[in-house]
């Protein structure tokens, strides 16, 4: 099994900067692509940023130019640099990972979620 723990998450005002790491754990595995999503209150799910382990990213269009989604393969954790932060990007935040897994009778593929961590910004 593998284990997504995201970390790095709180209260910031605006215009602040925070960074949020999604470190996996686990059975022996790679990632193949990974992203970050968030939800907010009443709003539904949305992807924030995603990278693959090549590092070819995407972004949602609400966070382009202000956020950066980075990956370290050595450390199988990943990053969202988060700049110039509004109050519209208060949500929970989660971690998902398309991974490949290499378990002791087979390889699969797996998606992974974390279990989400909270960042306000407010002042």
């Known amino acids: 099994q593998v284990q997504l723990v995201e970390s790095g998450g709180g209260l910031v005002q605006p215009g602040g900067s925070l960074r949020l790491s999604c470190a996996a754990s686990?059975?022996?595995?790679?990632?193949?692509?990974a992203g970050w999503y968030r939800q907010a209150p009443g709003k539904q799910r949305e992807l924030v940023a995603a990278?693959?382990?090549?590092?070819?990213?995407n972004y949602g269009d609400s966070v382009k130019g202000r956020f950066t989604i980075s990956i370290d393969n050595a450390r199988n954790t990943v990053y969202l640099q988060m700049n110039s932060l509004k109050p519209d990007d208060t949500a929970v935040y989660y971690c998902n990972a398309d991974l490949t897994v290499r378990g002791l009778a087979r390889t699969y593929r797996n998606n992974n979620w974390g279990q989400g961590i909270q960042v306000t910004v407010s002042s």
């Open positions: 686990g059975s022996s595995f790679s990632i193949n692509t």
């Open positions: 990278i693959t382990s090549g590092g070819s990213t």
